[in-house]
DNA sequence: GCCATGGATTGACATTTGTCGATATAGATG
DNA sequence: CATCTATATCGACAAATGTCAATCCATGGC
């Protein structure tokens, strides 16, 4: 379940390969893909952005099922999908389930695109 | 590393919200999927990458077609996603239909994630 | 005109995905 | 303990997705 996408499997380069790079195996496109699947679902984008807009960048389930108009059953498994994607993080509190945005994932996954 | 370009179709503001921004509506969220889902496949992401690191940034199917070890109507099929997602430029010259990236795609679905 | 070739389209099929209702679990509260 | 509340999990089901084989459509060469 450690599916945490490889930060830079490409070059060890931090950033800004040049144009020209040699295209991606099948294993960085999986690696890519997996992550690029969670996020493409506009349920789980707008889960994103309300918790990265919440109070102390992290919401709990009860935040998130009224504004999407959703079931408290399919709002938990967007939410499981996007922890195994590593793009959240689950934090238990008392009877709450509180998750926030894992740092630098979403700008890692901006940046798997660019690195195509 | 602050949200920029956040294209008008988010508010009325031109930039630069802050941390507190309103989070995307439903049809934001659907716009942005959309082309997310188009990348969120590791075959078409490989279609992306060969095409990009092409002679000319262009390759026709014929070029694709093996390196993916795909069948040829699935190369079209995988294609065609990207083109109607806009990721992918058509052009046909005699017998071959030329694939390109379009200038600038990639660019803006890396910050629609950034966007969030 | 006829045929070969590159590519798009169609139809079918198995797998995955998004959603819901029902149920289970775990912590708080009486 | 009994119960309530917030979440997670399970089972089911319709819809979407990825793939292939077969077929159709253009274009170019004879």
Chains 1, 2 share one sequence.
Do not use: F
Not at 15 to 42: F, M, N, W, Y
Not at 99 to 112: D, H, K, T
């Amino acid at each position: 379940m450690e599916t945490l996408l490889a930060p830079e499997t490409r070059t060890g380069a931090p950033c800004c390969e040049p144009a020209g790079g040699p295209a991606l195996d099948a294993i960085e496109a999986q690696a890519t893909a997996r992550v690029l699947k969670a996020l493409s679902d506009p349920n789980r984008l707008r889960l994103l952005s309300i918790v990265k807009s919440g109070e102390g960048g992290e919401a709990c389930v009860c935040d998130l099922t009224e504004p999407l108009d959703l079931g408290q059953p399919t709002v938990s498994h967007h939410l499981k999908i996007l922890v195994d994607a590593g793009l959240l993080n689950r934090e238990k509190r008392g009877t709450w389930s509180y998750y926030s945005l894992v740092p630098g994932a979403l700008e890692a996954a901006s940046q798997s695109i660019l690195a195509l």
